[in-house]
């Protein structure tokens, strides 16, 4: 086990510096923000099928999988109530239905692997959709260059998850760029300084008692955080929850307010000791709405003497983006100080590359290489 006051082993033991990058975030997202206003959209990308005219959208969609696709759900939470147009965020093999002419669908794959990606990306183009890619290289960059599909391209060589920042900001940025929304790169930009402002709070120099990161880390040892959110912070519940998953390497579930408190509240009626291996992490807003405001006291009421712990993360900020990213950022640095103090490298994801091994069998990355071919 690592000891959270340990800089120099702490430094050892996270070898792919993710702590260190997570310190660079403000600065990354000042980058993806530049990167995403400096590609150029063309007026229109030709197939077989016909032209794709980029103008108006009337869908804005994101398609991917993993740490690529939780910025839409983050973005669908966030600008609800102010985008003018539907957000669809698609995971999995191929688009829905409504998916068509008139959609602008952003697809979206760190590594440009992904084969559910990678069917998306052909499926959007055979359906006449505007697409954009997000990507670091592989099959999805060449794809790119291939149709002529404007390709947004990211820094490679980190892991999808710590890349949220060249993941995520970007979407803002197309909303604006397509007329859909205003004003998001200036919120943007005051995210980026906020988490400034938070990063050396949270930094590994800062010792334990006065890091809340870190603290939450140590109070979270030994238990399965079950993460609730609501609205603007939803996504980010299911976020911290994969963060859990994949940096810690621990189960962790998430929910969110009022929804779990109409079947998950239930399973709160189990044995002690059944419950005691779960802790309940809460995150909170100064501005959630009063009747959402109840029902999580009232859930912590019911948690506090079941729970092994009841912990919350406070959101920080003026807008919602900044509330959103900063109980992010906070969760985010929590999982590396979890998986530093469990002993386990927060970078490697083992079981997701043997089973991505596993489906290469399939050769559907081929296969999608083959109908591009066939469509251009
Ligand atoms: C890895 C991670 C995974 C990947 C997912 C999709 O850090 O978070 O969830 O994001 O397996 O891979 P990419 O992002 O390369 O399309």
């Known amino acids: 086990m690592v000891l959270l006051d340990d800089p120099v082993a702490m430094r050892k033991a996270d070898e792919h510096g993710m702590l260190e990058f997570y310190m660079r975030w403000p600065d990354a997202i000042h980058e993806a923000i530049e990167r995403a206003m400096a590609i150029e959209i063309p ?20 398609a ?9 759900d983050i973005l669908s939470d966030v600008l609800q109530g102010e985008l003018s147009v539907p957000v669809q965020v ?66 490679g060589g980190r892991a999808t998850r710590m890349s949220f920042p060249y993941l995520f900001f970007p979407l803002l940025v197309f909303l604006e760029r397509f007329g859909l929304a205003k004003g998001l790169r200036e919120r943007a930009e005051k995210t ?53 998953n994949e940096n810690s390497k621990i189960p962790s579930f998430s929910n969110w307010f009022p929804a779990m408190n109409h079947h998950e509240i239930v399973g709160w009626e189990a ?37 092994s712990k009841v912990l919350e993360i406070w959101a920080k900020g003026s807008s919602k983006l900044e509330e959103a990213v900063s109980v992010l950022y906070v969760g985010d640095i929590v999982s590396i100080y979890l998986a530093l103090a ?35």
């Not at 007026?43 to 994101?62: H, N, S």
């Not at 909170?284 to 405001?293: A, C, D, K, T």
């Open 342 to 376: 469990r002993g386990v490298d927060p970078y490697r994801t083992r079981s997701i590359d043997a089973l991505k091994a596993g489906m290469a069998e399939l050769k559907i990355a081929e296969k999608v290489k083959k109908a591009i071919e066939e469509l251009i």
């Open 271 to 307: 044995e002690e000791e059944l419950l005691r291996a779960f802790s309940v992490l809460l995150l909170r807003s100064r501005n959630e709405p009063p009747e959402i405001r109840r029902r999580i006291e009232l859930t912590k009421e019911i948690a506090l003497g079941k729970a």
């Open 64 to 72: 991917g999988m993993g740490g690529s696709i939780i910025g839409g």
């Open 192 to 244: 980026a300084e906020l988490l400034r402002s938070m990063a050396e709070e949270l930094g590994p120099e800062r010792p334990a008692q006065e890091n809340k990161a870190k603290e939450l880390a140590l109070e979270l040892m030994g238990t399965i955080p079950l993460v609730y959110g609501f609205k603007w912070l939803r996504s980010v519940a299911y976020r911290l929850k994969t963060q859990f």
């Open 90 to 155: 698609c995971r999995g093999y191929g688009l829905p239905a409504w998916v068509g002419p008139g959609a602008l669908v952003v697809v979206i794959s760190y590594s440009g692997n992904t084969e559910e990606t990678l069917v998306a990306f052909s499926e959007a183009l055979k359906r006449g959709c505007m697409v954009i890619a997000i990507t670091s290289g592989g099959h999805l960059a060449g794809f790119c260059r291939k149709t002529g599909v404007p390709l947004l391209a990211v820094p």
């Open 43 to 62: 007026d229109e990308v030709r197939t077989r099928k016909g032209i794709i005219k980029y103008g108006q959208p009337e869908l804005f969609a994101v």
